[in-house]
């Protein structure tokens, strides 16, 4: 059974980086079956994708959040990360990693398994 | 505003079948994308029910089912029952964004 638990500070101040980890059981991240992406979804409102890496080291950001935005993957751990710089309250949110089956460039599957979700407040 | 449109909000009493629709365009769901579901409680991660258009993975009841026509899609539930109150989003894929879009969610009430 495929799992994901991210992990990461719960609080992060105005301008500075907000940094996530999805820690993979049970599949591996240099998969070449599934990319492995991260959503997002504020406070009562709806979900948004931020962006995906596939195998070990394709990235694919959302274009609003590209020059904030670095994915990256740690295959001895099976782990991959998220971070966001210059973080405003705009970015509080549940942070969700999930897994997507990969179907190759210029298209997008759904997203079958997904982590609890770890809420990032941004204040002072 | 969200890329893929649904209503905010549905109800219907218990037994009863209710749809909630999504709303897209000619460069997601009208251009041939795929449409999925998800099913979201209070608090709680959201979990696939429909995938490519009118697939149900393992354990969900065919009390759900989905389909599509054009530039929209639809997700049905019949026999509602009172666990099925929660949020629900569609997802597709935009082919001139480039990335997956989501619809902003529609709450289910039952009555």
């Known amino acids: 059974q495929v799992q994901l638990l991210e992990s990461g500070p719960g609080l992060v101040k105005p301008s500075e980086t907000l940094s996530l980890t999805c820690t993979v059981s049970g599949d591996s991240i240099s998969s070449f079956s599934h990319s492995w992406s991260w959503v997002r979804q504020p406070p009562g409102k709806g979900l948004e994708w931020i962006g995906y890496i596939y195998n070990s080291g394709h990235t694919y950001y959302k274009s609003s959040l590209k020059s904030r935005v670095t994915l990256s993957v740690d295959t001895s751990k099976n782990h991959f990360s998220l971070k966001l710089t210059s973080v405003t309250a705009a970015d509080t949110a549940v942070y969700y990693c999930?897994?997507?089956?990969?179907?190759?460039?210029?298209?997008?599957?759904?997203?079958?398994?997904w982590g609890q979700g770890t809420l990032v407040t941004v204040s002072a | 505003q969200s890329v893929l449109t649904q209503p905010p909000s549905v109800s219907g009493a218990p037994g009863q079948r209710v749809t909630i629709s999504c709303t897209g365009s000619?460069?997601?769901?009208?251009?041939?994308?795929?449409v999925h579901w998800y099913q979201q409680f209070p608090g709680s991660v959201p979990k696939l029910l429909i995938y490519a258009n009118n697939n149900r993975p393992s354990g969900v009841p065919d009390r759900f089912s989905a389909s599509k026509s054009g530039a929209s899609a639809s997700l049905a539930i019949t026999g509602l029952q009172a666990d099925d109150e929660a949020d629900y989003y569609c997802q597709s894929y935009d082919s001139v964004l480039s990335y997956s879009v989501f619809g902003g969610g529609t709450k289910l009430t039952v009555l």
């Open positions: 999930a897994r997507e089956p990969y179907c190759g460039s210029g298209c997008g599957n759904w997203f079958d398994t």
């Open positions: 000619s460069s997601n769901i009208g251009d041939n994308r795929d």
